[in-house]
């Protein structure tokens, strides 16, 4: 059983500041990638950034430069740093976690509940 919980989120201003946090517990072997999405109301989930498993990171455009992924190996935890946010940030932010049941044995894809994040104008 693995699961995945999310931390932060809240209301902030335009401009303002909030860092997510996302930690997976359970029983299995290593997690390989970790990723944040997100989800606007009457759109689909969106990837936002992922960081692989040796540290390497991707963002998507509208992330750039604004928002930071990052994560702590030895907690299984991942984070995520948002700057200068925009109302049109505001979403259900999920993290998404690819864990390995053994060395050569994937378990899947695993979701957290999700955390809203709102931005006012």
């Known amino acids: 059983q693995v699961q995945l919980v999310e931390t932060g989120g809240g209301l902030v201003q335009s401009g303002g500041s909030l860092g997510l946090s996302c930690a997976a517990s359970?029983?299995?072997?290593?997690?390989?990638?970790m990723a944040w999405y997100r989800q606007a109301p009457e759109k689909q989930r969106e990837l936002v950034a992922i960081?692989?498993?040796?540290?390497?990171?991707n963002y998507a455009d509208f992330v750039k430069g604004r928002f930071t992924i990052s994560r702590d190996s030895a907690k299984n935890t991942v984070y995520l740093q948002m700057n200068s946010l925009e109302p049109e940030d505001t979403a259900v932010y999920y993290c998404?976690?690819?864990?390995?049941?053994?060395?050569?044995?994937?378990?899947?894809?695993?979701w957290g509940q999700g955390t809203q994040v709102t931005v006012s104008s």
């Open positions: 998404n976690a690819a864990i390995m049941r053994r060395s050569w044995e994937s378990a899947g894809d695993y």
């Open positions: 359970g029983t299995f072997f290593k997690v390989n990638g």
């Open positions: 960081i692989f498993s040796g540290g390497d990171a």
